[in-house]
């Protein structure tokens, strides 16, 4: 009976690197989670302060369009943002996946 070699250090190597891969994805979400925290909570009080200024229903009518556009694009970039994090991180992670798999 022969006993092969066994490389561990491959395997143990994989994991590591997968895991700081992994590791640091989630930190980049964190990261954006608290930039789109303080765009909305900054976007809400700056439309406060702007109602404040109303005065005519026709004023209110405008105010409301041109506020839900600007944050319906707030909200569009944000999500852009986080698909782009999500798209960059699955290639990352397969691109180490992959130097292992040989």
Do not use: H, R
Not at 5 to 15: G, H, R, S
Not at 34 to 56: D, H, I, P, Q, Y
Not at 73 to 87: C, D
């Amino acid at each position: 009976m022969t006993t092969a070699n066994i490389d561990f250090q491959k395997p143990v190597e994989a994991v590591k690197t997968l895991l700081a891969t992994q590791a640091e994805a989630i930190s980049k979400t964190v990261e954006l989670q608290k930039k789109a925290g303080e765009e909305l909570v900054s976007f809400f009080k700056s439309e406060a302060e702007k109602a404040k200024e109303l005065k005519t229903p026709q004023d209110v009518m405008k105010f409301n369009v041109e506020s839900n556009t600007a944050l319906f694009n707030l909200m569009k970039g944000q999500g852009e943002a986080f698909t782009s994090l999500a798209t960059d991180s699955s290639k990352t992670f397969m691109a180490e996946l992959q130097k292992f798999g040989k």
